[in-house]
């Protein structure tokens, strides 16, 4: 009989284990809180070994052809001139911006659509409790339902509140020391295929990304000791950001009066995940639930990608399902390590409190960008996504 998995959360991660476990003759089920699928949110990257996975699933020029259409990066100053550039084209590789380069809710719908034909998706539905059973797991759900599953499938992100329940105390969050907001704007005359990065003083930056819906991406950025304000009202988070950024100069006060009226505003106090085994039984975590790197580490999706496929390919080729998930922890484990291993003096470095610290970075950036530098510097800012090999699973690909 088919193993039947309950996998919570309907993003990267839950979309791309849906289509791997589905394929593989799984009997998988998909709850998403949100009441509908998520569309939402901004560039993510794909490189290295989650390019491969997505290659794999037959997705890769999909993905390419979503792509942002970002050309590279440009750092400005307060009247729009361009103080130092990267073209990701002129390096040959990965830089700021990838050659992937894609909307977190594009790839996640790129996943969602055929995962669609191999899974039943529940929206508007969350776990309330969750008791192991001889076999597997009793899951007690919002809407009242209890259904019993051979494996429950955590990849609810970052906040998991199911990976509270099963593994209570566990997460040591690393809190990075920076709060960011995303939110789509309109596209006006003079908005270019660059994303462009302007320093502010008191540490915050404002960045305008293009899309290939026809908008722009705008993210606002502070490096702060973190608080509770992930957890505030939208229009409170808002307010408070109105205030910070009310003198930034730049672009600002456009990104301000359209942040009033977008549709996708979402903020994230910056921490990384840190627990000490993704799984307990037969509950097994994933993506960022699991290791959150934060967007700082700039290979979120890379992993949710590869992590999928990983734990797919080892319970495809293991009957023992603990034990499968001991082999999925022994893979991922060294590439979530280094990905995590990035110093929290990072952002603050590119968050300049003073107008001399914001000339100072904006020395260095110049001398980085410069042509004879740019391969070396690029690389610095492609993350860990090559940091492994990701095994081949025979069984799981035939
Ligand atoms: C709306 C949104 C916008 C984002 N925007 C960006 C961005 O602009 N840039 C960036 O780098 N990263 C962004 N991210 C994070 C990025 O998607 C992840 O870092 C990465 O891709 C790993 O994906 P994941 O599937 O593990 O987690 P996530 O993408 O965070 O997905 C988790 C999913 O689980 C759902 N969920 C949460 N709690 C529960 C629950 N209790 N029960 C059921 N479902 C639950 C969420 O609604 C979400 O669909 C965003 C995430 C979301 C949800």
Known sequence: ?????????????????????????????????????RDGGQNVDVRGEG?????????????LAHGTGEKGIAWVDENDDVVAK??????GTDGPTAEMEILRGDLSRLLYEPARARAAFRFGETIRS???TAHGVSVRFKSGAEEEYDILLVA??????????????QNSPRWMDMTMAYFTIPRVTGDDQLWRWFNAPGCRSVSIRPDMHGTMRANLS?????????????????????????DAGWRTPRVLDAM??????????????????????????????????????????????????????????????????????????????????????????????TRTGIAVLHGILRVMAAPSLQ???????????????????????R
């Not at 390019?51 to 993905?63: F, I, N, P, S, Y």
């Not at 990267?86 to 390096?91: A, H, P, S, V």
């Not at 391969?375 to 690909?397: C, R």
Request: charged residues 25%; proline residues 4%; contains cysteine.
């Open 156 to 169: 609810e992100g970052v906040g998991s509140s199911t990976r509270e329940l099963v593994f209570s105390g």
């Open 222 to 246: 502070l490096h702060r000791r973190h608080g509770d304000k992930a957890d505030w009202d939208p229009s409170q988070q808002k307010a408070w950001l109105r205030d910070e950024f009310r």
């Open 130 to 132: 969750v008791a192991p």
């Open 375 to 397: 391969k070396v510097s690029g690389g610095l800012f492609a993350g860990n996504a090559e940091a492994i090999d990701l095994p081949q699973y025979s069984a799981l690909t």
């Open 51 to 63: 390019r491969k996975v997505l290659r794999l699933m037959g997705l890769e020029d999909a993905a």
């Open 86 to 91: 990267i073209i990701t084209e002129k390096l």
């Open 260 to 353: 009033e009226t977008t549709q996708d505003f979402y903020l994230d106090v910056l921490r990384q995940v840190r627990m000490p085994r993704w799984s307990q039984g037969r509950v097994v975590l994933l993506g960022d639930a699991a290791w959150c790197v934060t967007p700082l580490g700039g290979v979120g999706a890379t992993l949710a990608i590869s992590g999928a496929y990983v734990l797919a390919g080892e319970l495809v080729t293991n009957s023992d399902v603990e034990g499968a998930f001991q082999k999925y922890e022994a893979v991922m484990r060294p590439f979530v390590r280094k990905a995590q291993g990035i110093p929290k003096i990072v952002p603050r470095l590119v968050h300049p409190r």
């Open 1 to 37: 009989m088919a193993r039947t998995v309950l996998i919570s959360g309907a993003s990267i991660a839950g979309c791309a284990a849906a289509w791997w476990l589905g394929r593989n003759g799984f009997d998988v089920t998909v709850i998403e809180k949100a009441s509908e699928f």
